[in-house]
């Protein structure tokens, strides 16, 4: 049998790529550990090696072919005795590009587990903050986040960006990508992997007054730091009686990626949003990203900035301003409706999007609140909401207890009670540790689904 | 003249060519400069210790009697602009650095005219117009910290220097050698002072150290460090010069091990019974600080008795005034709850 050469995985997050370069062409021989192709996805460039021993019957896929699924067969390769002409035949007809639902992890991973690729269209209620009529270029998290960088970098030299593999990897997740290149070595450094020391030395640079952009490869590390990041940066300005405090960001992935499991998948914004001191945004599009970023960077407090791996490579519009900045704790209503508010932050917006488009369906017209800063919390978008749709849903991935969800729904409680026709309710990450397996990881997640039947609970549908 | 309260002779580093340097020749007004500073952080001490029996003072005070050379005499190689950073046991630090006794004192009682207007207390105070940077709360915190003092005067290209202070406790906390192998790497100009006082608390060196001595807690990341006399004010500032000019020179960070001793408990609430009466009696005899500086000043004739105790009339004018205004002044408002949370 000829074995077929597929499009690898090459990151936990990685649904697709582009096939830049063929190395190898039909009737060459390969043995294992050749390498027979470059793949290049949104973070890097990878070779494929050839696994097994054989002659290249056939390329599939033609080299410059973008967004190539992952598992797509790309080649084909006769093994000793076959007939190298005739190993190719009937293979790869159909395309292996976007359109072909790709087999195994991608599709298992469901739509809970990869939430954006194929959105709905969702009316996407005009943001206040960015004027209308302004130019909008479709940008990705990722990109957002290196533009506000190097923005705020070009404005004030005393903004510098530190951590592991910033500089000459060009970011571990690629969000530095360019930095070094423009900024130097003595503004894009490199650090030894050290989250305790390094966060440390980030915030007594900013207590002598440089603004540090720290950035944790992902949050889960950021535990070895977090007695600097609470007791050092976030207390300091009222110890000293507000004399002294911590121009920094803190930045980097958070909450699960994508079959990491229990220690790679946690996400810290109901953690740091307990501590006075702290200033916690979590966006969900690139152009909350971006403005957000910068303004969290000239923000004279410490602040917690809680990216999503999954969400780096997704485009959103941006705002083509010359200095794009929104405000720290102010929600955005994504989307207007009247029977029901839907709460939700970073990735959890996945959910409550999606959700909103099936209950579009049945008749109920959802509100969507994108929260975007969990410290300082927009009580008043949400109150405001509360009074119009009478219903409230939070959609977060996080814990269940002590969680996002569970203080808002306090906090509606008390201050909107009489305007509440049902309880509020929090769906949340399940209350265990994150598993590996798939289909734990779904199960652990919250779903579309449960939103739905959350929404549908508090309907009386 | 007694001055080594060193257990070892001083090792010379030989791969930076650094080596413990003979006590400074100290002139009559640099003598008498360090009696003066050293009698005002110990009266000021003592008197913390009285108005913590009365009930002025809450919560936790780590008093400095005993290691008043050690902060003296670093003080002294000091130019404008250079930062110092200490862990709990501060008092002494910010009196150093010229701080308000006042301020200091009013923070210890928690009244509103406190250099943290009564929100820090005495673990936690700071002042950016004279670059102390605390007074922390979390046991080798403060390094790490430090050593992002001097990455900013990298940064910036200046001359200063990060004076690091930490014990011989926080020398075992990881994060100490974080911030040792990233000040290394990068040269940033840090003095790490261990001030050995021999107890981490109630656990003396040789019961939580593998390697006690400290000046070479920095030898895996090719730090020089060198033992000085901390009871010795004229071998402090000596050391002091030394390091300060091998930072000020782009070498990187240095290691000063202080060997120093404590002759109050950790804490005031901590009774002391892990040592002996008789080996505290012994420092205070043998090595105090300011009683070595005085046997010199009267020795050489610079001062006479008479002059002497003309200086602690001062020194304690200084102190009841500022223990004085910290019994008298308000509480802060209740307002101020509310406020330095955020910017």
Known sequence: MPIEILMPALSPTMEEGNLSKWLKNEGDKVVAGDVIAEIETDKATMEVEAVDEGTIAKIVVPAGTEGVKVNAVIAVLAVDGEDVDKAGEGIGEEPAKAETAAPAPAAAKSEAAAPVAAAPKTEIAADPDIPAGTEMVSTTVREALRDAMAEEMRRDGDVFVMGEEVAEYQGAYKITQGLLQEFGPRRVVDTPITEHGFAGVGVGAAMAGLKPIVEFMTFNFAMQAIDQIINSAAKTLYMSGGQMGAPIVFRGPNGAAARVAAQHSQCYAAWYSHIPGLKVVMPYTAADAKGLLKAAIRDPNPVIFLENEILYGQSFDVPKLDDFVLPIGKARVHKQGKDVTIVSFGIGMTYAIKAEAELRGMGIDAEIIDLRSIRPLDFDTIIASVKKTNRLIVVEEGFPQSSVGDHIANQVSQRAFDFLDAPVITVAGKDVPMPYAANLEKLALPNIGEVVEAVKAVTYR | MATAARKAPAKSVKSSGLSAPKPADFTKDEELAAYRHMLLIRRFEEKAGQLYGMGFIGGFCHLYIGQEAVVTGMKMALIDGDQMI??????????????????????????????????????????????????????????????????????????????????????????????????????????????????????????????????????SFKIPGIQVDGMDVRAVKAAADVATEWCRSGNGPLILEMQTYRYRGHSMSDPAKYRSKEEVQKMRSEHDPIEQVKARLIDKKWASEDELKAIDKEVRDIVADAADFAQNDAEPDPSELWTDIVL
């Open chain 2, 86 to 219: 200490t862990a709990y046991r501060d008092h002494g630090h910010m009196l150093a650095m010229e701080l308000s006794p006042r301020g200091v004192m009013a923070e210890l009682t928690g009244r509103r005219g406190g250099l943290s207007k009564g929100k820090g207390g005495s673990m936690h105070m700071f002042s950016k117009e004279k670059h102390f940077y605390g007074g922390h709360g979390i046991v080798g915190a403060q390094v790490s910290l430090g050593t992002g003092l001097a990455f900013a005067n990298r940064y910036r290209e200046n001359k200063n220097v990060s004076l690091t202070y930490f014990g011989d406790g926080a020398a075992n906390q990881g994060q100490v050698y974080e911030s040792f192998n990233m000040a290394s790497l990068w040269k940033l100009p840090v003095i790490f002072i261990i001030e050995n006082n021999r107890y981490a608390m109630g656990t003396s060196v040789s019961r939580s150290s593998a390697e006690t001595d400290f000046s070479h807690r920095g030898a």
